[in-house]
T-cell receptor, first 118, second 116 residues
C-alpha cells in the first residue's frame, strides 16, 4: 500500500523568505502523480502544484516549485518570497489509477502547518 | 476549471439519524469522489464514482454509507445511522468531463458534519 509521510508537523518562516516543506512517499508503482494542496482556516482544499512521475523536470507555479527526486521518492515544496496569505496547512498527496472504471484516488500525508510571520 | 458546490455547508445531527450530503457540479462531469477529514487529521478517501456506479470504496465506506446520483446532476453521500465518529469535514471532488481527461481532482468547499 502507498504511504505519504510529512515529517514536519509545523514550520514558520519570515515574510519574504523561502521555506521548503518535505514529503516522502512509498510506492511500487511506476506511473503516478504527486500534488501539494493548501488548506487555509476555511478548510477549503486548494491545489498548489502537481507533478507527473514520468516527467523529470520539476514543476513550478509562480512562487511555488517542487524538488522531485523519483529514486529517493521525495517530493518537497519550496515557497519563495513567502507571503502572509501562504499561512495554511499544506498536504502532500500521491495519486494513482485505482478502481474499476478509470478513476483515481489521492493518498494524503498528515500535513505541515505553515505560519508566515510578519 | 469550474469546481463543485456542496450543500449544506454545516450540518448538526443526532446520533442514529440519517444525513444526506450533496455535491453539485457546475458542468457535466463523469467522475466524482468523496473524502473525509476528521478534525486535525489527514484527508481520507471514501469512494469513487463513475457512470452511476461505484468504482472503488475504502474500508471506511461501510454499509452505513451509500452514494448515488439520483437526478443525473447532484451527487449525494448518505450516512444511514450516524455515529459520533462520523463527525468530520466531508469533501466532494470532481474529475474530468470526459474519459481520459486530466486526473486532477477539484474539491468542493466541504460540508462540516457534527454528530451529537
Amino acid at each position: 500500500a502507498q504511504t505519504v509521510t510529512q515529517s514536519q508537523p509545523e514550520m514558520s518562516v519570515q515574510e519574504a523568505e523561502t521555506v521548503t516543506l518535505s514529503c516522502t512517499y512509498d510506492t511500487s508503482e511506476s506511473n503516478y502523480y504527486l500534488f501539494w494542496y493548501k488548506q487555509p482556516p476555511s478548510r477549503q482544499m486548494i491545489l498548489v502544484i502537481r507533478q507527473e512521475a514520468y516527467k523529470q523536470q520539476n514543476a513550478t507555479e509562480n512562487r511555488f516549485s517542487v524538488n522531485f527526486q523519483k529514486a529517493a521518492k521525495s517530493f518537497s515544496l519550496k515557497i519563495s518570497d513567502s507571503q502572509l496569505g501562504d499561512t495554511a496547512m499544506y498536504f502532500c498527496a500521491f495519486m494513482k489509477h485505482s478502481g474499476t472504471s478509470g478513476t483515481y484516488k489521492y493518498i494524503f500525508g498528515t500535513g505541515t502547518r505553515l505560519k508566515v510571520l510578519a | 476549471e469550474p469546481e463543485v458546490t456542496q450543500t449544506p455547508s454545516h450540518q448538526v445531527t443526532q446520533m442514529g439519524q440519517e444525513v444526506i450530503l450533496r455535491c453539485v457540479p457546475i458542468s457535466n462531469h463523469l467522475y466524482f469522489y468523496w473524502y473525509r477529514q476528521i478534525l486535525g487529521q489527514k484527508v481520507e478517501f471514501l469512494v469513487s464514482f463513475y457512470n452511476n456506479e461505484i468504482s472503488e470504496k475504502s474500508e471506511i465506506f461501510d454499509d452505513q454509507f451509500s452514494v448515488e446520483r439520483p437526478d443525473g446532476s447532484n451527487f449525494t453521500l448518505k450516512i444511514r445511522s450516524t455515529k459520533l465518529e462520523d463527525s468530520a469535514m466531508y469533501f466532494c471532488a470532481r474529475g474530468p468531463v470526459e474519459r481520459g481527461g486530466s486526473e486532477t481532482q477539484y474539491f468542493g468547499p466541504g460540508t462540516r458534519l457534527l454528530v451529537l
